[in-house]
């Protein structure tokens, strides 16, 4: 059977509608038709089924265990304890009975039947929450910076996410009458698009806005990012703008890679919604609509070039943008522990494995966030790397949390014994993603449990190595900014990539092929033993890889993009 493009049934939907609300109420079958799992997207889920038991239930005729993942659109990642507790409720009643925390800083549920899919969406939207262009060929959730250490600077930081992601929301009114059953009015289906048009973009589209020195969310990685730039007095000055990050990649496939984003320029404060719509508006019209795998804004920047893709952003915008200014990025991950703000308050960042927040023999994690959230009088932030910061604490709330984190298992120390351990990232993966090749979030644990012994060894288990490990090629986990990286390529077998950086400004290099776990741990241990040996002080696990020549910079453009001589 041949089903229609993802364009034309873009088209054809009436502005995202389809027929999800005949699909919805169909009784007869737990799944969703060809065109309305596509445009169900746009509304903050995905269709999938069980992997894990897709064989059985084709051999006893019975369709797949279809359910279906519902991701939150949460710009900059701060919800309150009251939405707390309501994601919670709702991921007890309506999903698999835990939380997790995304690599796009929001939440998604896992394991929502059809028949719950309405009430679950409604109960999102009774906690002041909503999935709107959560997923699709939008614009999606915006990440801001999360770890709070200048609060008036993330404040405005976190305000940018949030105006963004108002900005570029769809103008089609069908979200509210397929889930919250609003009554329809006259242009029901014919609404202006004014920045996506009638078949909206060619793919996804993220923008990430980063505080130096520490690039807590990728900031390269991003389609657009922004590079916070302060002023002497300490207040935000503008934005370095980068453009054409994107981890996707697929196997076998030259014409598809990661790459690093270009920093292009500065703008001001006031500058900031016409640069990014020029850029967003570039895509839309010069992006490939025809192989989807070559759709992303990084090809579109490499096909036509950057000096055209800036005219054409520079054109639209109604300026040129002003020459970058300097910045430094030290790190790319978050700060666990506590932390205190310039106001006095505290913050506690908590590291969860693979962002699963569930109760486990040992680890109830999901009721003592819940017990958490009964007290905290602050808010709760979720950061791009699956961590959780308990943050606005004050001061004399400090001890009564850490009893709470004690008692409920939430000490990474205890959990994660390496620092290696406590900062994986790592995908969802099988059994639910319809790509994955390989284990990912379910295989960490295992991976990092042999690790372990490796690291002691060599006297490294507190060195802060990046882990990432990913399912498919198609990097949701960002793996490709990892000093040590798994890309699933069937089960059991997994690329070995290394040599990124700590600062998220230089990719990893393919170091193995299609290997199982004994080869990995092979290739590691002598890494190991060398860089215990022969680092230099403070040097990182991927930079000592560069410099001793055990890598090099990848054959592809994607390490070329930053321009890091605009460094201070």
């Not at 502005?15 to 009784?27: F, H, I, S």
């Not at 999903?95 to 039947?113: C, E």
């Not at 262009?133 to 940018?160: I, T």
């Not at 920045?195 to 130096?212: E, N």
């Amino acid at each position: 059977m041949t089903h229609p493009s993802v364009e034309d049934i873009k088209i054809n939907s009436r502005r995202l509608r389809g027929t999800l609300l005949e699909g919805l109420a169909d009784p007869v079958t737990g799944s969703l038709s060809f065109d309305d799992q596509r445009l169900v997207k746009f509304h903050g889920s995905y269709q999938q089924d069980d992997r894990d038991i897709r064989d059985e239930r084709r051999r006893q005729k019975l369709e797949p265990a279809h359910q279906f993942m519902i991701r939150i659109r949460a710009p900059g990642g701060v919800f309150t304890p009251a939405q707390w507790l309501q994601l919670d409720h709702i991921a007890t009643i309506y999903a698999n009975h835990s939380l997790r925390v995304t690599t796009r800083q929001t939440f998604q549920f896992h394991g929502v039947i059809k028949r719950e899919l309405k009430a679950t969406m409604q109960a999102i939207n009774a906690a002041a929450m909503d999935t709107i262009a959560a997923c699709g060929d939008v614009n999606r959730n915006v990440l801001g910076a999360s770890n709070p250490l200048q609060s008036r600077l993330h404040a405005q930081v976190h305000e940018w996410a949030q105006n963004l992601s108002t900005h570029f929301l769809p103008r089609t009114r069908a979200y509210y009458e397929v889930w919250l059953d609003e009554e329809k009015v006259a242009d029901s289906g014919e609404e202006e698009e004014v920045f996506y048009g009638a078949t909206y973009l060619p793919r996804k589209f993220k923008i990430a806005v980063a505080v130096p020195p520490f690039n807590d969310v990728d900031v390269f990685a991003n389609d657009l990012g922004l590079i916070a730039i302060v002023d002497e007095a300490g207040d935000l000055a503008g934005f370095n703008i980068a453009i054409g990050g994107g981890m996707g990649a697929s196997h076998g496939d030259p014409k598809t890679y990661p790459r690093l984003g270009n920093v292009i320029g500065f703008v001001t404060p006031d500058q900031v919604f016409d640069v990014a719509t020029a850029a967003l508006t570039t895509q839309r019209d010069f992006g490939d609509r025809v192989e989807r795998k070559h759709a992303r804004f990084k090809y579109t920047i490499d096909d036509r070039g950057v000096d055209f893709i800036v005219d054409q952003i520079q054109q639209r915008a109604g300026f040129e943008l002003a020459p970058a200014r300097p910045w430094r990025f030290e790190h790319n991950g978050d700060r666990l522990g506590w932390v205190e703000g310039d106001d006095g308050h505290w913050h506690l960042t908590l590291s969860l494995p693979s962002g699963r927040i569930a109760d486990r023999p040992n680890t109830p994690h999901l009721t003592g966030l819940r017990e958490i959230a009964r007290i905290h009088q602050g808010e709760f932030r979720v950061t791009a790397n699956q961590n959780l910061i308990i943050a606005g604490v004050p001061a004399s709330e400090r001890e009564r949390i850490d009893a709470l984190v004690r008692e409920y298992a939430l000490d990474s120390e205890n959990n994660a014994p390496t620092a290696l351990a406590r900062t994986a990232v790592a995908c969802v993966a099988l059994p639910t993603c319809a790509l994955a090749m390989a284990e990912a979030e379910r295989y960490l644990p295992d991976f990092t449990g042999k690790l372990e012994p490796l690291l002691a060894k060599h006297g490294l288990r507190d060195a802060p190595i990046l882990l990432r490990i990913s399912g498919c090629p198609n990097g949701c986990s960002r793996p490709y900014l990892g000093e040590i990286a798994l890309v699933g390529k069937a089960p059991g077998r997994y690329n070995l990539m290394l040599g990124a950086d700590h600062r998220g400004q230089r990719l990893n290099t393919l170091y193995r092929e299609n290997i199982v776990e004994a080869e990995i741990l092979d290739a590691l241990e002598p890494l190991f033993a060398r860089y215990a040996n022969e680092r230099d002080s403070d040097e990182g696990f991927g930079d000592f890889l560069h410099r001793s020549g055990v890598v090099e910079l990848p054959p592809y453009p994607t390490n070329k993009q930053i321009s890091l001589e605009l460094q201070a």
